[in-house]
Structure formats: structure tokens, C-alpha cells
């Protein structure tokens, strides 16, 4: 029994293999056994394979959501300088993650889509998007025109159209950088993004220009953004720095017939942040759940 039990468990770990990095070795069977305990079976040599589960590297941890939004809010909205053409990309410009910028590739992609900067330009950081294997970097608005169901609205007198006229004539003068990763985008710092960046644009010659903005603010909002909080009469840039860009925004007409628009941050049941702007300017704030609240405190 001794030896079927043995080729039983020699079978199970072969068929358990769940990886290739796998080795052997020989083990020859104890001649001074009693035969009679192995039915009466010959002496045999019996192979067991030994499996190495992962070979001993620890992969990266995915990126979480509370590591997406410290990046959105250190990353979006911030000033870096060219170092090399940005390439007018509706769809993107790839950047693969780990390897040398192949400038001849740029240099194609430039003459044939133009540039949107130069090196020694300013530009600025729009919209962040996070993909399976890839972030997003929008850059100057990005590369494409947003649809505008008014600019497709006519109305006009009779058989005479009204003037065509283009009301956001900046739009689709960016572009997009995409980070590729090859892989499930690990765990990353806002550092680590701006470093992935760095073959197009530099952060580090001067002060981050929201920092420089931050400083002519009125202290209160200062602290607000430092603490990640939207006070009342912050406008939307203010918000944008202190909580990030929302995921989701509602707009509606209020009861005096104004028309509001709120900004939401967070899930319920979770903690939830509403910011109400009408205009520009925040007039309301309302926090759900919120852990941190006084217990039995109104938010």
C-alpha cells in the first residue's frame, strides 16, 4: 500500500501544478522495506515532483481607488514644462512604461498630426483616466471636440438657417499621453505617474504652479485644501484642488429657479460629499456618513 500511496501523491501534485517553474528528483524506495507491507510489490524507483509555487517573486498589488484619487488630485490640473513635441493625438500617444521613447516614431507621428507644444511650453494636466492596463493623461483639453447638443440645436425664421458659429473654439487643440503599463496597473504614487511622464514633460525646474496658486488664497481656503475639504464661496478650481474631479454631477433648478449643479464625491453608505455650485461659487456643502463627525452632529 506503501507504494500506491506514494504514486497517488506523486500523481495529485502533478495534476495541482499551477505553475511552470516546476523540478524533480529521484527518490529510489528503501530496500529493507517488508515487502509484504507493498503487497508483495517489486522494489521500484518512484519520481515525485516538487512544485514551486510563484518561484519566490511577490507580484505588485493593483491599484486601489484611494491611490486613484490621491493621484487625481496631485496630478490633474497640474503645470509641467515640454521637453519633447507633444504630438497632436485625438485617440493618444502611447508611452510604454519602462522603455526608451522611440524618437523616431515621435518625430513621424509629429510632422504627420503637427505639435501642440514645443519644448519650454507650459501645458497642463486636464483629465486623468484610469484604464485595465493603462492611465490616461489628457493634455490641454485633449485632442478631440466634445459634442455639444446645443451647437447641433437651429432655429430659425422661415427658410433662412442661422449662422454657424463655433463657441468653443479651443476645444480639440491638446492631446493625449498614454501611460501603457503591459499589464493590470500596479499600486502607484503621484511621484511614480510624473516620473512615467517625464520623457514629455518636467515637474521638478520650479514649484508646482497649483502650489504657487494655492499661496494666493485666502488662508481659510488654503487650509480647506490642504485638509481636502470644499468650504462655501470656493469656486470650481478650488474644489477640483481640494477633492478632485467628481465622479458623477447632477444638475437642477433649485426652489428659487436657479440653476445649481452638485458635485458628488464618495458612495453612499459610504462616506458621501455633496458640493452645490450655482455659477461658479459653491453655496452649499453636505457630507454624509461622515466618520470623523461629532457623534449625533448634523453634517
Do not use: C
Request: aromatic content about 6%; hydrophobic content about 40%; glycine content about 8%.
Amino acid at each position: 500500500m506503501f507504494l500506491r500511496s506514494t504514486l497517488l501523491l506523486a500523481a495529485a501534485l502533478v495534476m495541482g501544478a499551477a505553475t511552470p517553474d516546476i523540478s524533480y528528483f529521484r527518490s529510489t524506495v528503501d530496500r529493507q522495506l517488508d515487502l509484504n507491507s507493498l503487497d508483495r510489490a517489486p522494489a521500484a524507483d518512484v519520481f515525485v515532483w516538487v512544485v514551486q509555487q510563484g518561484g519566490g517573486k511577490t507580484q505588485p498589488s493593483q491599484m486601489g481607488n484611494q491611490s486613484k484619487l490621491t493621484i487625481v488630485r496631485f496630478v490633474d490640473g497640474e503645470f509641467a514644462k515640454v521637453v519633447q513635441p507633444l504630438p497632436h493625438e485625438k485617440t493618444g500617444y502611447k508611452i510604454v512604461v519602462g522603455k526608451p521613447l522611440n524618437l523616431d516614431d515621435l518625430k513621424n507621428e509629429v510632422r504627420r498630426e503637427g505639435a501642440i507644444a514645443s519644448p519650454g511650453d507650459t501645458v497642463q494636466i486636464t483629465n486623468i483616466e484610469f484604464r485595465s492596463k493603462e492611465i490616461a493623461i489628457q493634455i490641454n483639453g485633449g485632442g478631440r471636440k466634445k459634442f455639444h447638443l446645443r451647437d447641433h440645436l437651429q432655429i430659425g425664421m422661415g427658410d433662412v438657417p442661422p449662422p454657424m458659429t463655433d463657441d468653443h473654439p479651443e476645444e480639440g487643440r491638446g492631446t493625449t499621453l498614454i501611460l501603457d503599463y503591459g499589464r493590470p496597473v500596479p499600486d502607484l504614487s503621484p511621484d511614480d505617474v510624473k516620473h512615467a511622464l517625464s520623457v514629455f514633460l518636467d515637474f521638478s525646474k520650479e514649484r508646482s504652479a497649483t502650489v504657487n496658486w494655492i499661496d494666493t488664497l485666502p488662508p481659510e481656503f488654503q487650509q480647506a485644501i490642504k485638509e481636502h475639504r470644499a468650504l462655501v464661496g470656493m469656486d470650481q478650481e478650488m474644489v477640483i484642488a481640494a477633492l478632485g474631479r467628481a465622479e458623477h454631477k447632477v444638475r437642477e433648478k433649485d426652489a428659487n429657479g436657479n440653476d445649481t449643479e452638485d458635485w458628488i464625491y464618495g458612495t453612499p453608505p459610504a462616506k458621501t460629499t455633496f458640493v452645490t455650485f450655482i455659477g461658479d461659487k459653491v453655496v452649499r456643502v453636505k457630507i454624509f456618513n461622515d466618520p470623523d463627525a461629532p457623534a449625533g452632529s448634523a453634517n
